[in-house]
């Protein structure tokens, strides 16, 4: 893929011209004018003559130091820069947080001789944070929406719906992984024994032919398997339960976020509908204005009012009338 | 791919390496150029958070210099007056210019005067002044594309901007490609060998430095033709997705505007048919009606499917999953009402003109032979009243280009019967084309009766039948391309420029049509893509035509002669 490079040529000319620009009579400015030779007096003359129109401007308000180096000045940005930035900081660290999350996940989900309660509140603490950096961001993120069809409204949506698309990108990595998680949790537990025991999974008792025989010889053994398995599973009932808890929390901001991403395909992904809706924007904004000062003119009360006050007046002649009448 | 990649290539690098918040000014042109190779989403991705046109840019005075402006524009001289003002009185923190074509010195002159507060950090060429609708099919939107059609002399000045537009166009794209090729054109059309001339003066003279590449053993070849070789392509309805979309709605820069033919809710108005972003497209993009009407009818029974387990919603678990899939089931929906939509309409409008009727005498007019079948099915038709106005025109001009020498009264009697039925059509636009692109002015062999190899080769055809009856047309220039992969191009129907000359087959060839492509010549080219001939073709032209456009430059085209006719 071919391309060149035209900033040298344009540099040269730029300062090329910068030195007939400045008279030579500023000895601080930079050396490109001693080059120029001659009195101030033709520079001058010559100068105005290349730029009629252009007034020329007394040497005293230039810096020199400034213009000689070509350095720009990147102004400073708006109050809502800083929002976004904070958002994108936070998207930063769930992002960091997610990665810690995922292995605290195959840790737990290892085989372990420990009762893993430390990895369990390890993941629980990690999805809590998340879920608030999270809650928080989309919370500031509809601080950013304004108002107004000016350019930079145009900008604060357009960093809006970026930050909306990173959000919601990682709430769903999140859920992934989260139901991945589950997932294989439910599998660990149904593992566990030969017997299942979780009946809100599996409504099938794959041993159901045994248990006549069984029930007959319940020894002391088995009831503390028992006992130790309804522990266990409650507990990981609970670990569910809260897995499932922070989904449906995720759920919600999803749905926030989802009005304001863009549909990936679609003519509103399109950059030069998007050209062309500003455009229209101010219109109908014009319009719209224009609409509601016709319906107020035209307004019922206004209407209900000059009534009124045609028809006071009407009586009030009929009344003097009647007067002079009779 | 290529095509689409080499513009997606620019554009990234454009913008990788500037960091922090930018803005994104284009022209009018370069806008087309972007949008069907980037999203706005992926703009977002790259800190692009405003995209604006120059000459809106231009009206607005806040200042913004927290952004660095990044602006894309055509070399022309009304960007470089536009520049000038914006760099006098800057409004953006840093300027970075690239324009989509080499600079004369005297604009990087006026631009590097206007620049007195040194905001411009780099600017630079990147070659991208081509509009890739498909991987391996360009246009360049010309406005005006009916010059080609008129003789120098009836207007030289704006014929020399649409070549000058076509050559800048041409260069792009090798330099895109960072090829130099050898140039041959069609024999018979003048604007084609100027075309052909300047583009080789440009890439062997005056620019020769930049179009050094590394040379590999086959130079590729650039082949310059002209519309009016084949004017059958354009004049027939198409069958076939994309070519009919085009045909009976119309595509611009990949986006259908369906306000024109009715009433539609607000997120169906506008739709994009972009290959590259949408798979149901791509895989059904060039096929014909009929069975594009069964892979969407399969398409809605899967979505159906998706949306009644949606609505089986009985645990969490459920929910949790209906949740994760929210996006994704977004998406289908939309894809499925688009096409939905789409193939409804078309199949309205088919039904509304007749267009099984009128296309079958239409094929049968480009394709078979017979002169008095043809003549009473064109008579028949012209009498029906359903027909609209532009399809009897059509028929009329396609029994002309094909039987202008045989049977002269009946032509006549075709014309005036044109005449009385159809109060819009301008008198003696049948004539015009005749005289632009009848028998003697065309290169190559339109109806294959010319060639002995080719009337065996139709006769075979006649004898195996016809898969389709809608779709047997095969445009010229798949012919053309057929001799380029057997190496068999005449030369004395296509001459080299000046002393180029190649033995053997090219491995890549570009071929551009003056006066625009068709979308089904694209699909001819894709068809031979992936077919691995072991030649890669690229199509491309100044507009993208379909029987409407094409009529409207032939009309413009003889007001035009005729208006300098009355002033001789």
């Known amino acids: 893929m071919a391309t060149r490079n035209r ?320 | 791919m290529v095509l689409v990649s080499a513009v997606r290539d620019y554009v990234y690098r454009m913008l990788q390496d500037i960091s ?100 411009v950090q780099q600017v630079q060429e990147f070659y991208a002044d081509f509009v890739a609708v498909d991987p391996y099919h360009f246009t360049l939107n010309m406005p005006s594309n009916h010059y080609y059609i008129l003789p120098a002399v009836v207007d030289p000045s704006n014929l020399q901007h649409f070549c000058d537009r076509a050559v800048d166009g041409i260069g792009a794209v090798f330099l895109a490609l960072k090829r130099r090729p050898i140039i041959r054109y069609s024999r018979a059309s003048d604007i084609a060998k100027r075309i052909a001339h300047e583009t080789a003066k440009l890439m062997y003279q005056q620019e020769s430095g930049l179009f050094d590449f590394r040379r590999m053993e086959m130079s590729p070849l650039l082949l310059i033709v002209d519309r009016r070789d084949d004017p059958v392509t354009p004049l027939l309805n198409q069958w076939t997705y994309q070519a009919m979309v085009h045909e009976l709605i119309g595509i611009q820069d990949n986006k259908v505007d369906l306000r024109s033919i009715g009433k539609f809710p607000k997120d169906q108005q506008e739709v994009v048919l972009s290959s590259e972003q949408d798979a149901f497209f791509k895989a059904n993009m060039y096929e014909n009606f009929g069975d594009i009407g069964m892979n969407i009818k399969r398409m809605v029974d899967d979505f159906q499917q998706v949306a009644k387990s949606n609505q089986n919603i009985q645990t969490i678990e459920d929910m949790a999953k209906f949740v994760d899939n929210y996006p994704e089931y977004r998406k289908m929906h939309g894809n499925v009402s688009k096409h939905v939509t789409l193939v409804t309409e078309m199949s309205k409008i088919v039904e509304e003109r007749k267009l099984m009727l009128v296309s079958e005498t239409e094929q049968d007019l480009a394709c078979n032979g017979g002169q008095v079948a043809a003549f009473e099915a064109v008579t028949n038709l012209l009498n029906n009243e359903s027909v609209s106005d532009i399809d009897r025109l059509r028929l009329v001009m396609l029994y002309a280009l094909r039987y202008e020498k045989e049977s002269p009264v009946q032509l006549m009697q075709l014309f005036n019967k044109l005449a009385s039925r159809s109060a819009k059509y301008k008198q003696g636009l049948v004539q015009f084309l005749l005289k632009q692109a009848g028998a003697d002015k065309r290169t190559g062999d339109l109806y294959g009766n010319r060639d002995f190899l080719n009337i065996a080769r139709n006769m075979a055809r006649g004898l195996k039948g016809v898969e389709n009856v809608y779709t047997q047309h095969q445009p010229l220039l798949f012919q053309t391309m057929e001799s380029i992969i057997k190496g068999r191009l005449r030369d004395v129907d296509y001459p080299y420029v000046g002393d180029h000359f190649q033995q053997g087959r090219p491995q890549e060839v570009v071929i551009f049509i003056v006066g625009g492509t068709t979308y089904e010549e694209s699909r001819s080219v894709a068809q031979l893509n992936a077919s691995n001939s072991g030649i890669r073709f690229i199509l491309g032209g100044t507009a993208v035509l379909n029987s409407k456009r094409f009529l409207k430059d032939l009309e413009e085209a003889q007001g035009i002669a005729r208006g300098n006719a009355n002033v001789v």
């Open chain 2, 20 to 119: 922090g918040m930018k803005v994104l000014i284009l022209d009018s042109q370069t806008v087309s150029i972007v949008s069907v190779v980037y999203s706005q989403s992926e703009l977002l991705q790259k800190e692009v958070f405003l995209v604006e046109l120059i000459d809106s840019i231009s009206k607005s005075k806040e200042s913004m210099s927290h952004l660095k402006a990044v602006y894309f524009l055509r070399p022309t001289s009304e960007n470089i007056q536009y520049m000038r003002r914006q760099l006098s009185n800057p409004r953006f923190g840093e300027y970075h210019l690239f324009f989509s074509n080499m600079l004369k010195d005297t604009q990087i002159h006026l631009l590097a005067d206007s620049d007195e507060q040194e905001v």
């Open chain 1, 7 to 326: 900033s040298l040529l344009f540099r040269k000319y730029r300062d090329a011209l910068k030195s007939v620009r400045i008279p030579a009579s500023s000895s601080a400015s930079s050396a490109a004018t001693k080059s120029s030779g001659g009195g101030p007096v033709i520079e001058m003359v010559s100068t105005s003559l290349l730029h009629p129109n252009r007034s020329y401007t007394p040497l005293s308000t230039e810096d020199p130091g400034n213009s000689s180096k070509g350095a720009v000045t990147v102004g400073l940005p708006p109050a809502w820069v800083d929002v976004s930035e904070e958002i994108a900081a936070n998207v930063q660290r769930a992002r960091t947080k997610m990665a810690e999350l995922a292995k605290a996940h195959a840790k737990a989900l290892m085989p372990s001789f420990g009762d893993g309660k430390e990895d369990q509140r390890i993941i629980e603490s990690l999805t809590h944070e998340i879920t608030n950096l999270l809650r928080k961001s989309e919370k500031r993120l509809q601080k950013l929406s304004a108002s107004g069809p000016s350019e930079d409204s145009n900008v604060r949506k357009n960093v809006q719906r970026q930050l909306a698309t990173d959000l919601q990108n990682l709430s769903m990595e999140l859920r992934k992984k989260q139901s991945t998680y589950l997932k294989r949790l439910r599998q660990q537990t149904e593992g566990q024994d030969g017997v299942d025991l979780e009946m809100n999974i599996n409504g099938n008792r794959p041993y159901a032919e045994n248990d006549d025989l069984d029930d007959m010889i319940f020894s002391e053994h088995q009831m503390a398997k028992l006992k130790q398995n309804e522990a266990l599973t409650v507990e990981r009932e609970r670990e569910i339960q809260q897995v499932v808890e922070s989904v449906n929390e995720l759920a919600q901001i999803m749905k926030d976020l989802s009005v304001l991403v863009i549909d990936q395909g679609t003519i509103v992904d399109r950059i030069d509908y998007n050209i062309q809706n500003v455009a229209t924007t101010v219109e109908e904004g014009l319009k719209q204005l224009q609409k509601a000062e016709r319906t107020q003119k035209q307004g019922g009360m206004v209407m209900c009012a000059t009534v009124l006050v045609i028809m006071c007046f009407v009586m009030l002649v009929l009344l003097i009338l009647k007067e002079i009448i009779f």
